[in-house]
């Protein structure tokens, strides 16, 4: 697809002037779309998706039928409704950084998993919200797990919470400013008991009877991710909390050890 040359902006401004030198509309178009229903998880309608964007439904039903067929969305069977698939999440998960930090930790998680019988899940930080990376299943048949690409608010989930008390100064503050921007609530006072303690144990904010326990893995003295154990106390395995999480940081402190001797 060729390129539309516009007038240059002044001197200076770095990548982002740039990128603002140049305008390939079809693109932008294609990007309006997927960060609409990005924003949308139960999915939109042809013209619910236009209308979102203010465009006409003829403007984008070509461009939905293309990013339909290359499996960056799909179409409800039942409903008609579009939905964006995990694809750009896999692409994103090729990065070197992100591909080594979860083949690192895959085979501790499995080891921890297969030890306690309690499934646990890896997340790294993502603007001002956590995404789930990799995870390991338990060895009971029941149990809570959480879905690879799973997102939520740093402030409303144990690893959110574990990753804003030990990620970098300049990250957290980052962090911090868009929370605020969403007018999500940021204790620092919490923050600080958190790094004290070396991580999260507390009722789950999102599921009633289910507790978050939440470990650090550190790279370079800064958390690059966060081992959480969604903790529900099973008849069927007699682990307390406690030795839970003094499990999990160990296996947490092997993953960070792995990490920095591969950097």
């Not at 990548?15 to 924003?39: M, T």
């Not at 013209?47 to 403007?59: F, N």
């Not at 099973?234 to 993953?255: D, H, Q, V």
Request: glycine letters at 10%; hydrophobic letters at 45%; a positive charge.
């Amino acid at each position: 697809m060729a390129e539309t040359r516009v007038r240059k902006g002044p001197a200076g401004g770095g990548k982002r002037a740039a990128a603002s030198r140049y305008s390939a509309p079809a693109l932008e178009k294609g990007l309006d779309i997927l960060e609409f229903l990005a924003e949308h998880p139960a999915g939109c309608t042809l013209a619910e998706a236009a209308a979102g964007i203010a465009r006409t439904k003829g403007e984008i039903f070509r461009m939905l039928a293309v990013l339909e067929a290359r499996r960056y969305v799909d179409r409800g069977e039942a409903d008609e409704r579009f939905r964006v698939t995990d694809k750009l999440f896999r692409l994103g998960l090729r990065q070197p950084k992100y591909k080594t930090l979860s083949e690192t930790a895959q085979p501790f998680m499995e080891a921890f998993a297969q030890a306690t019988r309690y499934p646990c899940h890896l997340a790294i930080p993502s603007g001002s919200q956590m995404v789930v990376i990799g995870r390991a299943e338990g060895g009971d048949l029941v149990g809570i797990t959480v879905k690879l690409g799973y997102r939520q608010a740093l402030t409303d989930t144990g690893s959110g919470l574990c990753l804003l008390a030990f990620m970098a100064a300049d990250e957290r503050a980052r962090a911090i400013d868009l929370l605020r921007g969403e007018r999500r609530k940021v204790s620092e006072s919490e923050l600080k008991r958190i790094a004290a303690s070396g991580g999260v144990v507390e009722p789950s904010r999102i599921m009633e009877g289910v507790w978050d326990i939440s470990r650090p893995i550190m790279r370079g003295g800064k958390a690059v991710a966060a081992l959480t154990v969604p903790y529900v106390k099973l008849k069927i395995n007699a682990a307390s909390r406690e030795a839970i999480a003094k499990r999990l940081g160990g296996t947490a402190a092997k993953i960070s050890a792995a990490l920095d001797e591969g950097a």
